[in-house]
């Protein structure tokens, strides 16, 4: 038996209602507690990249959902392309990294795995680290986003952030995450 155990509510083990089904989400009901579901089993990624010049990537684009601008990582989700359900987090992150940056990298090593919002999702987010990055292309996105990418200097990344937040940019906090894990996490 769990250790833990003894701290679950008592409406943990309920059975699961569907309240919704989209085709991206899907919203749940277990007990008196309510929670959003990622249709696609294999999560999303978000990608630490450094280009050679030790610069961090971040990505710019409006979010609907809550109605501004963000600043985030290169991120996406794993297996949301026809066909590649069963993509691995790697390979999201290679095709993720060039389609939202024009960045092609040679290695993608994973760091670490955790929930986007434990309380209210049950989507899991892998961080994974981009090496030897190649500028090939544009960037933007694809024919669905309006992306602007900004190359920062890595050691200017926390203040630059903090910036654009006062200018009214929304920052994902992930990114002071992605930011210690570039800098402490193993690398080759």
């Known amino acids: 038996m769990n250790k833990h155990a003894s701290r679950m509510p008592a409406d943990a083990d309920a059975p699961v209602e569907t309240l919704y089904e989209g085709h991206w989400l899907s919203l749940r009901k277990r007990g008196r507690w309510e929670y959003a579901e990622r249709n696609n089993p294999g999560g999303a990624v978000i ?11 971040f990505v710019e684009q409006y979010r609907v959902s809550i109605l501004q601008n ?9 297996g949301d392309v026809a066909g590649h359900a069963d993509e691995t987090v790697q390979l999201a ?35 994974v680290r ?23 200097p890595r050691l200017e990344a ?31």
């Open 47 to 57: 990608i630490l990249a450094v280009t050679p010049d030790d610069k961090v990537l």
């Open 158 to 188: 926390g203040a630059w952030l903090f910036a654009r937040a006062a200018e009214g940019y929304s920052i994902d906090p992930k990114l002071f995450a992605g930011l210690w894990f570039i800098e402490h996490a193993r690398g080759p």
């Open 130 to 152: 981009a090496w030897d990055l190649q500028k090939v292309g544009p960037g933007g996105g694809d024919e669905t986003e309006n992306i602007v990418v900004h190359e920062v």
């Open 70 to 78: 963000t600043i985030e990582m290169p991120a996406g989700l794993v």
């Open 93 to 127: 992150a290679q095709r993720e990294l060039e389609e939202e940056t024009g960045y092609r990298c040679q290695r993608v090593d994973f760091v670490h795995r955790g929930p986007s919002s434990s309380g209210m999702s049950t989507e899991m987010i892998a961080f």
